[in-house]
């Protein structure tokens, strides 16, 4: 299957900080990508969808001046977690679709663990 | 919206045994059921995926069945084996964008 990274795999940061992450289709281009939050031992959360070119769509409850996000080319996402607190602790993980392959498929990032002071 | 749950939360099985986790899901308009195994401090990797008009799929040891009347999909691991422990998503989806994830069940297979 197709192969999404994430940059970086661990991020500790003060209270108060910024953090980016960046998500890439390695293989292919990926014109929507995807962007959830997983709490321990919990499930998968959509936090917003990201779609090439445009403003990203965020799921109700999640605060778009402080989880920015930015789909600038067919292989790049970002999530930047604005002025970040120690309740921003979380696992990210971002997913692309490819559109030459299936038409559901969902690629997962291997995940970002932000540990917030 | 779209409401997956998902059962049992964790399960326990001898090595070689099978394991059946089962979903349900409340959107009959749904029309794509994938699993995902994830690792510990891992991404989800899609082990295997099921589409509305099909009611059966096998992929050597992993199996998943669907019943749109009833609802309900469940992923079926035969011969179990230690490698097989991790904790398993199920998913429903309806446009293809959104994906709607079960609560997860952690599955450890005893040696």
């Known amino acids: 299957g197709a192969v999404v990274s994430q940059h970086p795999s661990r991020v500790i940061c003060k209270s108060g900080t910024s953090v980016k992450i960046e998500c890439r289709s390695l293989?292919?281009?990926?014109?929507?990508m995807f962007w959830y939050r997983q709490f321990p031992k919990q499930s998968l959360m959509l936090m917003a969808t990201?779609?090439?070119?445009?403003?990203?769509?965020?799921e109700q409850g999640v605060e778009k001046d402080k989880f920015l996000i930015n789909h600038a080319s067919l292989t790049l996402s970002t999530l930047t977690v604005t002025s970040a607190h120690p309740e921003d602790s979380s696992f990210y993980i971002c997913s692309a679709r490819d559109p030459q392959g299936g038409w559901n498929e969902q690629f997962f990032g291997p995940g970002t663990r932000l540990t917030v002071l | 919206g779209e409401n997956v749950e998902q059962h049992p939360s964790t399960l326990s099985v001898q090595e070689g045994d099978s394991a059946v986790i089962k979903c349900t899901y409340s959107?009959?308009?749904?029309?794509?059921f994938p699993w995902y195994k994830q690792e510990l401090g891992k991404g989800p990797q899609l082990i295997i995926d099921?589409?509305?008009?099909?009611g059966e799929k096998k992929d050597q040891r992993i199996a998943v069945t669907l019943n749109k009347t009833a609802k309900h999909f469940s992923l079926h691991i035969t011969e179990t084996q230690p490698e097989d422990s991790a904790v398993y998503f199920c998913?429903?989806?309806?446009?293809?964008?959104?994906?709607?994830f079960g609560t997860g069940t952690s599955l450890t297979v005893i040696p």
């Open positions: 099921i589409r509305s008009n099909v």
């Open positions: 990201s779609n090439e070119g445009s403003k990203a769509t965020y």
């Open positions: 293989d292919f281009q990926a014109t929507t």
């Open positions: 998913a429903a989806s309806l446009t293809g964008n959104q994906f709607y």
């Open positions: 959107d009959s308009a749904s029309n794509y």
